[in-house]
């Protein structure tokens, strides 16, 4: 979870469960090709001004885009959301 003081950093709407060695595995884990993270909505900005973390985009099997809901599923969403949502 980085280190953030957030009280939401344990939200269902925050969290993926990822495989160890794709979470922090290599050069292509999310840590290790944090560009592509980013742009996938596997790493999130944490600016002055950025939307909620709930409120980013995630490619879901590399094929659709979906919003993490509190509840531990998710929501589709077009891809004009996408492309409106701001990424670092």
Known sequence: MGGTSDPNRDA???????DPDVH??????VHGNPVWSHQNGFL???QPGSPPPRQ?????????WVLLDSVGGYVPIPRSVV???PRS
């Open 12 to 18: 269902l709407y925050n969290l993926l469960a990822l």
């Open 24 to 29: 922090n595995g290599g050069p292509q884990s």
């Open 44 to 46: 999130v900005t944490r």
């Open 56 to 64: 980013y985009p995630v490619r879901l099997r590399c094929r659709w």
């Open 83 to 85: 492309e409106s949502t």
